[in-house]
């Protein structure tokens, strides 16, 4: 089971690593309220003193922590505002560095009270940022969103480079939750900018653009680029705080198990862990654990993944972190009953459960589709058939949640942008109102005024009434807009799995296939595709990628569904296809692909080929001739996939078509022919 992703609360609140503080937040109100009373005498310098502590916690919170919590009450006693204002975002960026966010965001709350009542804007709105961030960790992107439209109408004015930039990274961080990771790349650049042009700024800091940009290739399942972007903090950043530096090793071990570089990926866990333990970063050290324990269940390495699951029990508890703790119990129960243990399934299932109850569906989808495949490596086919049906209900309820989402996020951004619109309309027209109430005395002829508000009511009426059709319009269009993008991937403009699933849901209350017609899919993949990323660049991956796209959909029927399957994959879909058609549909694909080398912008000439496996359904195996019915697409998928595989063994540049299916003694065996022996 995937551990839980690594939390990133850098942007707004600026975190690094600790161990989490006991009530802190009621020490910041005994302090800020001892400031209010001021009893005691101020400490000579406190801004100074002050600064020396934010510079000891980049290497050493614990020691920083414990300075302001007993220098505290002498540094701010009696103390001006921006005294108290600059102690505040001090402890709070402390907390939030221990790990205590529920403190940081309590010590947020104070920042905002004591600002508005000072009637100080800027800190105002630096620490309503504070708030918006913690929609996104709550999950709800279409309020973050929403706040940040009204953030920006409000403060915008101040011409803070420091709240432009939170504004913008937190921008990048909503969009990426709901999947737009185009528009939340072009947000966390313009951060990025910012921080390089102004490296004095406080908040955030540059490497923690780059980590939420790593952590979003990651999610986005695009493991090299996140890569890239940790090798760049690495060179950018010479020093790094432990956390960061922690943080740094975690996504990369996480790209990596990504790529299928286990080993590699154990190397980088183990060097956040050993930062983990030697800055206290407790639930630093519960994440890290948990994915090194999934790392080692993909390995099939069972006994280690128990170890690192048995290690991962005792930081995730005392972090007080309830997905971590139930993330580790899930991975114990795989590694049990991968040895053989039936209690471990036990275990998974009151996981299961818990996330149930919880409303984590995602994690319940992930857990599903990891204890299938436990049942069929365990020989038990009929359970683990009933696990995937499980599984693809939740799968097909997320996809709906998803796209709702992704819909509620963009009109509440929509009508934040309208009330922000409609506040600064209503502004103008008191000002325009105030204006004419000051030359109503002047004017003596109560004629002309009459017809002169008489046009300007009518003017005005017609003017909403244009700007209301305008409004319409554009709503409408980024309807259109999203909708499309919620179907299409956005760099070759084929069809997305999401717009497949929906077409699969449907396809059950399709007329019944010919006896002599069946659905064929045909999953292929791009041959030495990562060498074409190495030596020529991910521009010229992209290019390769849009390409045979453009190939695919010339070769094809309109009828036939083409899309991208994720990364250099691709599948077609085709409906009434004979058994004397198939072979020649799957050669009229690699043919396609293969017809002429990809022109590259400078003049380089790439010669590519694809290897593909295909299977159409109905499909009857071999050996449960009276289980046609219960093969369904996701598992013709799964054949197809085999069969490309075989045909990547067999010296790529090929297709293999699945004719049949046996389990002799237990072992899943597929018979494949190349479609020349069918032709």
């Known amino acids: 089971m995937a551990s839980c992703a690594y939390r990133i609360h850098q942007i707004a609140m600026t975190a690094l690593p600790g161990r989490p503080l006991t009530p802190t937040s009621t020490l910041a109100l005994v302090l800020l309220a001892a400031a209010l009373a001021g009893p005691a005498q101020a400490a000579p310098d406190p801004r100074t003193r002050l600064g020396e502590i934010a510079l000891l916690a980049e290497d050493d919170n614990a020691r920083a922590r414990t300075i302001l919590v007993h220098e505290g009450p002498t540094l701010i006693a009696a103390a001006p505002y921006p005294v108290r204002i600059q102690y505040l975002r001090l402890l709070r960026r402390v907390q939030a560095d221990a790990g205590n966010f529920r403190d940081a965001f309590e010590t947020n709350e104070l920042i905002i009270r004591l600002a508005k009542a000072e009637r100080d804007p800027l800190n105002t709105a630096l620490a309503s940022l504070g708030r918006v961030l913690r929609l996104i960790e709550n999950n709800d992107p279409a309020g973050a969103l929403g706040l940040l439209e009204t953030l920006g109408a409000r403060y915008r004015a101040l011409g803070s480079l420091e709240f432009t930039a939170g504004h913008e990274a937190l921008y990048g961080m909503a969009y990426s939750a709901v999947g737009q990771h185009s528009r939340a790349l072009g947000y966390f650049l313009r951060s990025l900018d910012l921080l390089r042009m102004h490296p004095e700024l406080w908040s955030p800091r540059e490497a923690d653009i780059q980590l939420a940009m790593a952590r979003m290739y990651v999610n986005a399942r695009d493991p090299a680029r996140a890569l890239d972007t940790l090798r760049e903090i690495r060179a950018d950043n010479r020093r790094l705080p432990p956390r960061t530096a922690a943080a740094v090793a975690f996504f990369e071990g996480r790209a990596l198990v990504a790529q299928d570089k286990l080993d590699d990926a154990l190397v980088a866990f183990n060097r956040a862990l050993d930062l983990a333990h030697q800055h206290e970063l407790i639930s630093t050290e519960a994440n890290v654990l948990g994915n090194i324990a999934d790392a080692h269940l993909k390995a099939r390495r069972y006994r280690e993944a128990e170890q690192a699951a048995r290690a991962a029990l005792s930081p995730a508890a005392r972090s007080e972190d309830r997905i971590s703790l139930h993330m580790a119990k899930a991975n114990l129960g795989f590694a049990l009953f991968a040895q053989g243990k039936h209690e471990g399934l036990v275990q998974v299932d009151e996981v299961i459960a818990a996330m149930r109850r919880a409303g984590a569906m995602s994690t319940v989808g992930r857990m599903l589709a990891e204890k299938s495949q436990a049942l069929e490596d365990a020989g038990r086919y009929r359970e683990a058939l009933g696990v995937t049906r499980e599984r693809e209900a939740v799968t097909q309820q997320l996809a709906l949640d998803e796209r709702n989402k992704a819909v509620t996020a963009l009109q509440e951004q929509f009508q934040s942008r309208e009330r922000a619109t409609q506040i600064e309309s209503l502004r103008q027209d008191n000002a325009v109102k105030d204006a004419e109430l000051r030359h109503r005395k002047l004017l003596q002829a109560g004629a002309l005024f009459g017809a002169s508000l008489a046009f300007a009511l009518t003017a005005g009426v017609l003017w909403m009434y244009r700007k209301s059709v305008r409004t319409s319009r554009r709503l409408a269009d980024l309807n259109h807009e999203l909708a499309y993008r919620s179907d299409h991937d956005p760099l070759t403009g084929l069809f997305n799995r999401r717009s497949f699933q929906d077409r699969m849901r449907s396809r059950t209350g399709e007329a019944a296939p010919r006896l002599d017609a069946a659905d064929c899919f045909t999953l292929l993949d791009i041959d030495h595709f990562k060498r074409i990323n190495d030596e020529h660049g991910h521009a010229a991956?992209?290019?390769?990628?849009?390409?045979?796209?453009?190939?695919?959909?010339?070769?094809?029927?309109?009828?036939?569904?083409?899309?991208?399957?994720?990364?250099?994959?691709?599948?077609?879909?085709?409906?009434?296809?004979?058994?004397?058609?198939?072979?020649?549909?799957?050669?009229?694909?690699?043919?396609?692909?293969?017809?002429?080398?990809?022109?590259?912008?400078?003049?380089?000439?790439?010669?590519?080929?694809?290897?593909?496996?295909?299977?159409?359904?109905?499909?009857?195996?071999?050996?449960?001739?009276?289980?046609?019915?219960?093969?369904?697409?996701?598992?013709?998928?799964?054949?197809?996939?085999?069969?490309?595989?075989?045909?990547?063994?067999?010296?790529?540049?090929?297709?293999?078509?699945?004719?049949?299916?046996?389990?002799?003694?237990?072992?899943?065996e597929l018979d494949l022919v190349l479609p020349g022996e069918r032709a």
């Open 541 to 668: 991956g992209d290019a390769v990628l849009v390409e045979v796209g453009k190939r695919l959909r010339s070769a094809m029927r309109e009828s036939d569904m083409v899309l991208r399957w994720g990364g250099e994959e691709f599948l077609v879909y085709s409906q009434g296809v004979t058994p004397t058609q198939q072979p020649l549909l799957v050669q009229r694909i690699l043919d396609a692909i293969a017809a002429r080398p990809v022109a590259l912008d400078d003049g380089t000439e790439l010669h590519i080929s694809a290897t593909a496996g295909a299977v159409a359904l109905p499909f009857e195996p071999d050996d449960e001739p009276d289980h046609v019915a219960q093969f369904d697409w996701e598992q013709a998928i799964a054949l197809a996939d085999r069969a490309l595989y075989k045909g990547k063994e067999a010296g790529r540049n090929r297709g293999y078509i699945v004719a049949g299916m046996r389990r002799p003694e237990g072992a899943l």
